[in-house]
Nanobody
Framework: QVQLVESGGGSVQPGGSLRLSCAAS????????MGWYRRAPGKQRELVAA???????NYLDSVKGRFTISRDNAKNTMYLQMNSLKPEDTAVYYC?????????????WGQGTQVTVSS
């Protein structure tokens, strides 16, 4: 069974850093675009950062210069380095991947990891 598993969330003070990881497991042939989304309480889900197969990236304006998305294709893993965290970054973060596996092409989501920024 192909799945995405996130890790690295937690609680941090404003100005702190966290690194999220998203590992794809199962029989995977190719991963196309990947992205990180978040949903804060009472708000709509939003795209935080995305990365293509040629490492082209794009970011939500509010995280530009603070967050960095990257991927390790050999490990089928994506990362989100989050620096200078702010209370408004508090949310559940989800990873997403468009991939080909032994089950065909799929748009997969991780289970989510909580990030809390508070003093």
């Amino acid at each position: 069974q192909v799945q995405l598993v996130e890790s690295g969330g937690g609680s941090v003070q404003p100005g702190g850093s966290l690194r999220l990881s998203c590992a794809a497991s199962g029989t995977i042939y190719k991963i196309n675009a990947m992205g990180w989304y978040r949903r804060a309480p009472g708000k709509q889900r939003e795209l935080v950062a995305a990365i293509t197969t040629d490492d082209t990236t794009n970011y939500l304006d509010s995280v530009k210069g603070r967050f960095t998305i990257s991927r390790d294709n050999a490990k089928n893993t994506m990362y989100l380095q989050m620096n200078s965290l702010k209370p408004e970054d508090t949310a559940v973060y989800y990873c997403n991947a468009d991939l080909y596996s032994n089950s065909g092409r799929g748009d997969l989501w991780g289970q989510g990891t909580q990030v809390t920024v508070s003093s």
